[in-house]
């Protein structure tokens, strides 16, 4: 009688076997972040719906951004992608500056160092909180 053995493995153990195999480093040149946080009112009310506009820079003075919009709890949260031709300083990171509103005059604005690394799997997370009147 043949007896066949089968080897199970946990998602964790076969993410273990292959993780060697597994590429996370973005070879287009593109640098990733994530940028979270929060929209309120002075009173400390948060603002659901606030558009808010993420405009950034690197080693040249082109900039590049993104839009995003708070949740009912007035918080965001969106990852940044910066483009293969839109290097970031060293350390590596974007200057940025996050606004409310996107158009018009804006009424709260904060000027953030970003850091961005060239693995997708590993976003760095900067954090920034808007107060509106």
Same mark, same amino acid.
């Given at each position: 009688?043949? =007896? *066949?053995?089968?080897?199970?493995? *946990? ?6 076997? @292959? ?5 996370? !480093? %973005? ?6 972040? !994530?940028?979270?946080? $929060? ?5 400390? !009310?948060?603002v659901s719906g606030a558009r808010?506009?993420?405009? @950034?820079? /690197? ?5 590049? /951004?993104?839009?995003?919009? $708070?949740?009912?709890? /007035?918080?965001?949260? !969106? %990852?940044?992608? /910066?483009?293969s031709f839109f290097a970031p ?6 200057? @940025?500056?996050?606004? =409310? ?17 060239? %693995?997708?799997?590993?976003?760095? *997370? ?8």
């Open positions: 009688m043949k =007896t *066949t053995h089968l080897l199970l493995l *946990t998602p964790l153990a076969l993410l273990a076997a @292959c993780g060697s195999l597994l590429e996370t !480093t %973005d070879s287009s040149g593109r640098h990733y972040a !994530t940028i979270k946080g $929060t929209v309120a009112r002075a009173n400390g !009310t948060p808010i506009g993420v405009s @950034c820079v /690197g080693t040249s003075n082109e900039p590049f /951004g993104l839009e995003t919009e $708070t949740n009912a709890s /007035g918080a965001f949260e !969106t %990852d940044l992608y /910066g483009p300083l060293s350390g590596p990171s974007y200057l @940025c500056r996050v606004l =409310t509103p996107v158009n018009g005059i804006p009424q709260a604005e904060k000027s953030v160092t970003v850091t961005v690394s060239p %693995d997708f799997k590993t976003r760095p *997370t900067t954090t920034v909180s808007l107060v509106v009147p």
